[in-house]
């Protein structure tokens, strides 16, 4: 368990009016008591202070022209298992628990590692001070908070990181694919799909980190620096067990996939709503456009509606349940096209009958769960089929 304990000045605790279960807690603290050593992982950006923003940024740190820090700079965003104030002392302590995905600097890693590296360049005459917005809750989604906070482009941070050239196993998935030549890899490529798409769809379909329905990749939909981030860590921890890897053969069964359901979706509304006798509009749901002349994600292939990604994640994410791994190679138990005609009307159903915003929807582990386990029972029927087919 991490313990900071460190003198600040005043403290302003606020619950959040939309969830009162996570407090906020926002505090000043000068530059000589900021604890060192406080995690940088849940960030998705990794402090690079060679930049021309982040050399200004050390200038106001130690310069004596700008003892307003506190003021002129944005602050450090902290997620925390919990906090306490002390106020005979004036000290916080400050409960980082021992879960660095979880708990540590989410937004303000440059300013952080500005400081810390060279606070003591700071006249000792002079005194600056830091905001800290540190953030406190059970239910907090810190990989959406990572993602609001870290508000430039998916692709930015890819740059930033510098992976340009660890997506070549990617690269040659798709390379007989329609949309091999369509798919941007940098910053300014002025192409229609951005490698965050595909990566979504791996996330999506990572049973290494999400191998049953006690978990789901929720993230896919709720946390594109989560996404990011997962696939970064995998170059840097897994230590030649890159699930990314293993997975990138299936890219093109998965883009197959995801445009089935997207394609089909409004014909299986149609026929659950037929099975309980109720008429069905799907161009008048939440989330939905059309009917009209749109286009699929990836192979710009026709399609009536233009249907929310927070309808499609939780159906596309469920046929995970179908993958195995034998001898470090990723297969499919069963063809997830033809799952898909077995089970897609119920999967449309369970998601549609949860609730039809799709922001609700997307970011409903619940229903995540509930899907793959309509998914599992679907390959467990096939199998018992294949059994007696056997016998």
Do not use: C
């Not at 929310?308 to 791994?325: C, D, K, V």
């Not at 229903?367 to 089929?385: C, F, G, M, T």
Request: no cysteine.
């Amino acid at each position: 368990m991490s313990i900071k304990k460190f003198k600040v000045k005043a403290v302003r605790t606020i619950k959040s009016p939309s969830n009162p279960n996570i407090t906020t807690y926002y505090t000043w603290v000068n530059f000589r008591d900021l604890p060192d050593s406080i995690s940088l992982d849940v960030n998705p950006r990794k402090p690079k202070m060679n930049t021309a923003v982040a050399k200004q940024l050390i200038s106001a740190v130690v310069g004596i022209d700008n003892l307003s820090f506190d003021l002129n700079n944005r602050g450090i965003v902290i997620t925390a298992k919990d906090f306490k104030f002390d106020n005979t002392s004036n000290t916080a302590i400050l409960d980082l628990g021992d879960d660095a995905s979880m708990y540590g600097i989410l937004d303000g890693g440059h300013t952080y590692t500005a400081i810390i590296e060279n606070r003591d360049m700071l006249s000792k005459e002079f005194n600056k001070f830091v905001k800290l917005e540190i953030v406190v809750g059970e239910t907090l989604d810190v990989s959406a908070l990572a993602d609001a906070r870290n508000t430039s482009a998916q692709v930015s941070d890819i740059a930033l990181f510098e992976l340009d050239d660890k997506f070549d196993f990617i690269k040659e998935s798709i390379k007989d694919t329609s949309f091999k030549d369509d798919v941007a890899y940098k910053d300014n490529d002025n192409k229609p799909i951005r490698i965050g798409e595909l990566l979504k769809l791996l996330f999506a379909f990572n049973i290494k980190r999400f191998p049953d329905d006690t978990t789901a990749p929720v993230s896919a939909y709720s946390g594109k620096a989560a996404v990011f981030r997962d696939y970064r860590n995998e170059f840097d921890k897994s230590n030649g067990n890159n699930i990314y890897e293993k997975l990138a053969p299936q890219l093109p069964k998965l883009v197959e996939l995801y445009e089935i359901i997207e394609k089909e979706i409004p014909t299986k509304y149609q026929e659950y709503k037929n099975e309980i006798g109720k008429n069905a509009n799907f161009g008048n749901v939440r989330g939905i456009e059309g009917s009209g002349n749109f286009e699929s994600e990836f192979t710009k292939g026709a399609i009536k509606y233009q249907v929310s990604i927070g309808f499609l994640l939780p159906i596309f994410g469920s046929f995970r349940a179908l993958l195995e791994e034998e001898n470090g190679t990723i297969k499919w138990a069963f063809d997830p096209i033809k799952v898909w005609e077995k089970a897609g009307v119920r999967l449309v159903q369970n998601t549609f009958d949860t609730d039809t915003n799709p922001q609700n929807v997307g970011k409903s582990k619940t229903l995540w769960q509930a899907n793959y386990r309509i998914v599992d029972s679907v390959r467990k029927d096939l199998l018992l089929e294949d059994l007696l087919k056997n016998k």
